[in-house]
């Protein structure tokens, strides 16, 4: 390029010399012409450049046409523009001769060629003589190769043969029952059903000894296997049915879902009497005592189990076990079609039109469904007898011992029964993990007898209605004074927890609060809004104190027991039911193991839930406002047990027998009434030095007593010295109510919400009866004999009337609303009242007789020597009748 760019260089630089040294005037005339003419020649031998032709319409013809391969150009004459010829269809084999090329062509098909176009080749021919590029390896079958074996999922079962019954035997024809013409005929069918009766025939279909085993990660498998010792392992827990004796043996492998349900397995044969197990208890058999179950269980030469028996594999045990599971349903052409193969169970497949098989490896279970015919029944029978002469695939592996399953056909051990929907057993309700328990059916169960002697600790409604009113409240008032108070008990996983147990160590708690619609963790707080639903996690373990060494037999101490995990979720008061419901629900999301659940409710407390907070709960109305002045009053039995309540009405009148706390920007003071214990003046003072260290500030509060203040408004309730002991009175029975966290020294336990129907409330030198309507004559006399040896008032007070003594009982009051307020008396006057005497006409005319009367006992206010005019006998004599005889009595004087 370089040298291109010289040589160019040279030639201007010379045409400028020649320009430079010859001047156009000098050149002559001659030179000049010759110049153009030697151009001209030069232009005249110029190379010649074509001109394409114009680009035209691309049509198929002349798409044809370009095609060398068809060669219209050459082969078609050309036509009178007048007469334009015919355009031929596009023929694709047109021209292949030329492609492929005529030496190839035998010359024997030159003729069948002349015949046909010239254009056409024959596409066999070519295909013919083709050679494949492309060879497939052919490989020669190996000699005396065996077909492959069957597959594992293929089981022998599945093939039954067709059966054929006697169908016209099941048609039932109705036949007139046989007529007893004479005495000695009827006496002698008394005799006959008698003794069919005492000589059942029916024979238990159970073995004599069964082997359950329970066995399973997440599903748990109940199932019967080989009644022998090497069949028992230590990774399950297996049960050992007799007719006379029950024993439970748990592995030390095996899991708490499995002992869980062996424990429920043996509590419904026992309470049921189920499996033909007359058993009255369960006797539990560890690995130690094995071989007391060598007496009822097979005992081989080698008692070890095997190690398949019991090897952890790839998948779980119970979906490994359910591979035996196969179930037949009798078709309507009597046919077993197979409808569940290899797969656990599920309850719906129980359906009351079908006939179903049930083949467990182990059991065979004919199931008759409600609305079933007597002659699928038949066949099913003997489809399932087909199924006890065949062997099971894989049983040696999953039913324990191998030595049962060496012949053909089931083992003798195997269980076949029939069984009728209604009709059930629990080793067949096992099965099917979805059983609905709250469902209502028949079991097969103990005998009951058809007489049983009434234990006569025992009262029905029939006998309080017959006997004399005046034994039924002795009798009742003897039991509610014999009644002893009990310390509260809550119970977590079959542990009762109370307040003298000392081994329960606290591990950790954590706090949830229900905002919106889910829960947020906050940080461990004793400051609770009532406006608020809190979830409270708490983390425990129980120790086990006294654990010997086994060598030296000295105590020691070290830590024993496992963690476990209790939720309570707190509800305040001011929440609605809509947040009491989402909080409950919202404990799943951070409660993955479902351990219990304690609803509290503010106000109602457990003991435990405040022995969590040492004594410094408190409960707030509205924390999220800023209240310049708060009063809370103190609650508890104990220091650990203590809390602070905030009372909203600061208009109401302050209780003498309670202890207050006041706080203000300036900071808390000290209220106490004049009948408060020292052990809540101790608690209230304890609250308030932990107010005070919150806050930061020092010094010791302010202390004011009741009558310092002419200011503030108290109120004493008459008798109280201690906390309220509550019954609820029926009609013709009482209960007792228990607070939660209840003492006798409590200054408040149950709210206003205890007061529905009729309550009777003891707090030691006063006793009340509340009521919502007239209150009866059997609560009044159970008042007065209750208070016969005791000095106090004992008034009856009704709802929307009681006096300001009676409110003081509770720590909030909220006055009730009613259309008709009934005034509150003296319980003595309004019983004697009650309990005088009527005339017979007065009683028949029932117009002048007070309210509260008994109606059904009109008799009882009448005099002994009225009494016996009308009834003609005493009224000892006269209770001691039946109820119907005492009613055709009353009836026939008129006072029914």
Not at 510 to 518: A, M, N, P, Y
Request: one cysteine or more; aromatic letters at 8%.
């Amino acid at each position: 390029m370089i040298a291109q760019l010289q040589k160019s260089l040279q030639q201007s630089s010379t045409y400028e010399k020649k320009n430079v040294e010859v001047a156009l005037a000098q050149v002559s005339l001659k030179d000049r012409l010759a110049s153009l003419n030697n151009s001209a020649e030069q232009w005249k031998k110029r190379p010649i450049r074509h001109t394409p032709p114009p680009l035209q319409n691309r049509t198929n013809a002349n798409i044809q046409d370009d095609l060398p391969i068809f060669g219209r150009a050459q082969q078609m004459k050309r036509q009178p523009e007048s007469q334009p010829a015919p355009r031929k269809p596009c023929d694709i084999t047109s021209g292949l001769s030329k492609f492929f090329g005529n030496s190839q062509k035998p010359s024997g098909a030159e003729s069948s060629s002349q015949a046909t176009d010239s254009n056409e080749i024959d596409l066999d021919f070519i295909s013919s003589k083709a050679t494949p590029i492309l060879k497939s390896v052919s490989r020669p079958r190996a000699p005396n190769r065996k077909r492959a074996a069957k597959s594992e999922n293929f089981d022998d079962r599945i093939r039954l043969e067709s059966v054929e019954i006697n169908e016209e035997a099941f048609v039932e024809t109705e036949e007139e029952p046989e007529k007893l013409e004479t005495q000695a005929q009827a006496i002698a069918a008394i005799k006959g059903a008698k003794q069919l009766l005492k000589s059942p025939t029916k024979v238990s279909p159970y073995p004599e000894v069964m082997l359950i085993q329970i066995r399973g990660s997440k599903n748990i498998d109940v199932r019967l296997i080989a009644p022998a010792i090497s069949s028992i392992h230590e990774y399950a827990c297996f049960v050992v049915v007799h007719h006379k004796s029950l024993f439970k043996y748990e592995g030390s492998m095996s899991n708490i879902l499995e002992r869980t349900k062996a424990s429920q397995l043996c509590i419904e044969i026992l309470g049921k009497g189920d499996l033909n197990c007359a058993a009255e208890s369960t006797s539990t058999v560890t690995e130690n005592n094995k071989s007391t179950l060598s007496k009822l269980l097979h005992c081989s030469e080698n008692n070890v189990s095997d190690d398949y028996n019991y090897q952890p594999t790839s998948e779980p045990f119970e979906t490994t076990i359910s591979k035996l599971n196969l179930v037949f349903r009798i078709a309507d052409d009597k046919s077993a079609e197979t409808l569940s193969r290899r797969e656990r169970l599920s309850y719906n497949i129980l359906q009351p039109n079908d006939v179903l098989i049930f083949d467990f490896g182990s059991e065979i279970y004919v199931w008759t469904g409600r609305y079933s015919s007597k002659v699928s029944t038949a066949y099913a029978l003997e489809y399932a007898k087909q199924l006890m002469r065949k062997p099971v695939k894989s049983a040696k592996s999953l039913l324990g011992d191998s030595e049962s399953f060496c012949g053909d056909g089931r083992p003798e051990w195997t269980l076949f029964r029939k069984i009728h929907q209604g009709v059930l057993d629990v080793l067949f309700k096992a099965k099917f993990a979805d059983w609905p328990e709250t469902r209502e059916v028949m079991t097969t169960c103990k005998p009951k007898p058809l007489f049983s002697n009434k234990n006569p600790e025992l009262r029905t409604y029939e006998d309080v209605k017959v006997a004399d009113q005046d034994i039924d409240v002795e009798e009742l008032v003897n039991r509610m004074l014999e009644e002893q108070e009990v310390d509260p008990v809550l119970m977590l996983e079959d542990q009762e927890i109370n307040r003298k147990m000392q081994d329960v160590i606290s591990e950790d708690t954590s706090l949830w609060i229900l905002k919106g619609e889910f829960l947020q963790s906050i940080d461990f707080t004793h400051h609770f809004d009532s406006k608020r639903c809190y979830v409270l996690r708490w983390q425990y373990r129980i120790q086990k104190s006294g654990v010997r060494r086994i060598k030296t037999g000295k105590e020691e101490e070290r830590e024993t027991g496992r963690s476990r995990i209790a939720f309570f979720y707190w509800l305040g008061e001011d929440t609605t039911p809509k947040q009491h419901g989402l909080c409950a629900l919202r404990i799943k999301e951070i409660d993955r193991d479902n351990s219990p659940r304690i609803r509290v409710a503010d106000g109602n407390e457990p003991a435990l839930f405040l022995a969590l907070f040492r004594g410094k709960f408190m409960v707030s109305s509205d924390l999220q406002q800023e209240k310049p002045f708060r009063r809370y009053v103190v609650v508890g039995a104990n220091a650990q047990e203590t809390s602070l309540r905030e009372i909203v009405d600061l208009d109401c009148q302050l209780r003498s027998h309670a202890s207050y706390i006041e706080t203000s920007i300036n900071g808390s003071s000290v209220v106490c009434g004049a009948n408060c214990t020292p052990e809540q003046v101790h608690f209230v003072l304890a609250h308030a030095e932990n107010l005070r260290h919150v806050a930061g500030s020092s010094g010791k509060p302010d202390v004011e007593v009741e009558g310092e203040k002419k200011t503030r408004s108290w109120v004493n309730s008459v008798g109280r010295k201690r906390s309220m002991r509550v019954w609820r009175i029926f009609e013709n029975e009482s209960e007792q109510a228990n607070h939660l966290s209840g003492h006798k020294d409590c200054a408040f336990t149950f709210s206003q919400q205890i007061l529905t129907e009729t309550i009777l409330i003891d707090v030691g030198e006063a006793i009340w009866l509340w009521s919502e309507e007239v209150v009866t004559t059997f609560a009044l006399k159970v008042i007065e004999k209750y208070w016969r040896d005791r000095n106090g008032p004992a008034r009856v007070v009704y709802k929307g009337a009681e006096p300001e003594e009676f409110k003081a009982l509770f720590l909030k009051w909220k006055n009730f609303e009613v259309e008709t307020v009934l005034e509150s008396r003296d319980a003595n006057e309004l019983l004697k009242e009650r309990c005088r005497t009527f005339s017979l006409k007065e009683l028949k005319e029932r117009t002048n007789l007070p309210a509260g009367m008994d109606m059904r006992r009109l008799e009882n206010y009448l005099t002994d020597d009225d009494f016996k005019k009308a009834f003609g006998i005493e009224r000892k004599e006269f209770y001691s009748q039946k109820a119907w005889k005492q009613n055709e009595a009353r009836k026939r004087i008129g006072l029914f």
